[in-house]
């Protein structure tokens, strides 16, 4: 009987199952594929078999479900539904949910022609049962998960967009007036107005680079990396970081930097991240404090450390400065996005992104990157 061969050969089948999905191409099956849906699907099929062996042989469809399935909740149809879900949460195609189950229906005729053993018509009906309800129900689910996973995407992408093109509306509305301004005679480049038109381009620039370095990260491009001195990269960040602390009226200092240390990087990453958290600490330190970069080594790391003097964090406060979208402070200017592009631009080049609170003073954002040095 087809039940007692599949329980004397069940770790032998799930091994072939398993072979079948190491051997696919990607994406690379996880602990949950290889050894939760199958396994439990196998299970549930002895068990049916079992059932119809019995004298009540209907109740096999409170584990299998009739045939054409959509009669009430089955076993099969439950873990079935997980496994699905399973698979769209790690990133499986439809394809590889289909495969699972058609693993198991060519490792059982291939083992029983092996083995020698016929296999009953009526068993192989059931079978053929099992395998169709299982199919359809974690395809239902997956195609579920996926739709769901989809409009969260476009509607988290929409608001982004939506943000990005308001802020970056306003800059270029207030730059227009800016020069509208000069233009016309009645003000100076050197005056107020062109501080507000140094501000707004400055504020556009630091929007394009954030959202450039967000989109690679966003689409998994690969950080293009190269040796970089570290001297150099300060320099560079800080000629455009002290146009923006002069619009902002606040002082800026720059440590001195050894010229024999380097990052391994993509450089526009973290130049763009380091150009935000100084943005940040311009916008949000008290007036007429000062902001300071230093870089320097320890160990085998390289820190690069911006200071302001916002007054210090609420209680709390430090982690959720990272999360999409939150702002504090009265100046909500901006999308709530920086700090979070931030930390995954610091990441994608191994690298780790920190703050830590000085209460009554200000805070310290830290980049922490692997250290190198110039040959």
């Known amino acids: 009987m087809l039940h007692e061969f599949l329980t004397a050969n069940r770790v032998d089948l799930i ?13 690379k099956a996880t ?29 096999s469809r409170k584990v299998s479900g009739p045939a054409g399935g959509g009669a009430g909740v089955s076993e099969i149809a439950a873990t079935a539904a997980l496994h ?36 009953e018509i009526d068993e192989f009906r059931t079978l053929n ?3 169709d309800n299982g199919i359809a129900d974690a395809v239902t689910e997956f195609s579920f998960q996926r739709n769901s996973l989809v409009d969260g995407t476009v509607n988290a992408l929409n608001e982004r967009l939506g ?23 009645h003000v100076g480049l050197t005056g107020a107005t062109g501080a507000v038109l140094d501000q707004s381009l400055i504020g556009m620039r630091n929007l394009v680079d954030r959202s450039l370095a967000d989109v690679r990260v966003a689409a998994g491009i690969p950080p293009r990396h190269r040796l970089i001195s570290l001297a150099d990269f300060v320099a560079d960040v800080r000629i455009s970081a002290s146009l923006e602390a002069q619009a902002r009226g606040c002082s800026f200092a720059v440590g001195d930097v050894d010229k024999r240390l380097a990052l391994d990087v993509d450089r526009e990453m973290p130049f763009s991240a380091v150009g935000n958290l100084l943005q940040n600490a311009f916008k949000f330190t008290q007036p007429g404090s000062e902001v300071s970069l ?49 930390r995954r631009s610091v990441e ?7 703050v830590r609170d000085v209460p009554g003073s200000g805070c310290v954002f830290t980049i922490d990157l692997p250290r190198h040095s110039l040959t």
């Open 31 to 59: 602990d949950v594929e290889l050894a939760y849906g199958i396994p439990a699907f196998l299970d549930q099929l002895i068990k049916t078999l079992q059932v119809e062996r019995t004298a009540e042989p209907m109740r």
């Open 84 to 119: 699905g879900r399973e698979l769209s949460e790690h990133g499986f195609t439809v394809e590889q949910v289909v495969h699972d189950y058609g693993d198991l229906c060519q490792a059982i005729t291939d083992l029983a022609f092996e083995r020698g053993l016929p296999i």
């Open 129 to 131: 049962r099992c395998l």
């Open 348 to 354: 994608a080049n191994n690298g780790v992104l920190r």
């Open 15 to 27: 091994d072939r199952c398993r072979l079948k999905v190491v051997k696919r191409l990607a994406p």
């Open 163 to 185: 943000s990005l093109a308001h802020e970056l509306r306003n800059h270029i509305h207030t730059a227009t007036l800016a020069v509208m301004a000069i233009k016309a005679g």
């Open 294 to 342: 230093n870089a320097y080594a320890t160990a085998g790391r390289i820190r690069i450390d911006v200071e302001d003097h916002c007054g210090g964090l609420p209680p709390g406060a430090a982690e959720e400065l990272f999360l999409p979208f939150k702002q504090s402070g009265e100046d909500r200017s901006g999308l709530g996005l920086g700090l979070t592009i931030c």
